[in-house]
């Protein structure tokens, strides 16, 4: 009979401690998938942290390129407007020069690799004053309609749409 209370005993202590380490072993597995989900939820965060660095790195780079190539270009138009003045005044028995001819292929050189990097002359003559584009330099009194550009004198420039110099004009009063 002490064996049958023994026996009992032992079957009974054996299914609490099955039912203990169930509970023990439910609690360890809702505890990793909260761990789990926390690890989760801070690599869905430092990814897009990462994504909007990136992002916000390639925004300064291209500013950056902008800002580089709006000082460099400022630098060189006085040497086309030097150039695009001499060829204005070439004398009518030259034009035919090899000289002058190869003059002009280096002022369409220039004007080709301005527009390969986005630069853009502004349309002056005939068009509306627009003070974000031009500016006016003299007014002189025209049929044309008020504020109208009437003479270009010195060519103004656009890198990407956004005026890096200004069109000097004449406009009508």
Not at 102 to 126: H, P, T, W, Y
Request: proline fraction near 1%.
């Amino acid at each position: 009979m002490t064996d049958d209370i023994n026996k009992k005993d032992t079957s009974t202590s054996s299914a609490q401690g099955a039912s203990t380490s169930s509970a023990q072993g439910a609690e360890k597995n809702e505890a990793c998938e909260k761990e789990r989900d926390q690890y989760l939820e801070l690599s869905k965060r430092l990814k897009a942290d990462f994504l909007n660095l990136k992002k916000e790195s390639e925004e300064q780079g291209k500013k950056i390129r902008e800002s580089a190539t709006e000082s460099l270009v400022l630098k060189i138009l006085p040497v086309l407007d030097s150039l695009k003045l001499a060829l204005k005044h070439t004398p009518d028995d030259l034009k035919e020069n090899n000289w002058v001819k190869g003059m002009l292929s280096i002022n369409g050189q220039f004007e080709s690799i301005l527009r390969s990097i986005g630069i853009d002359e502004i349309k002056a003559v005939g068009e509306a004053f627009d003070a974000n584009m031009h500016e006016a330099i003299m007014e002189e009194e025209s049929e044309k309609e008020s504020g109208t550009v009437l003479e270009e004198l010195q060519k103004g420039y656009k890198l990407n749409n956004k005026t890096i110099r200004a069109a000097k004009v004449k406009i009508s009063k």
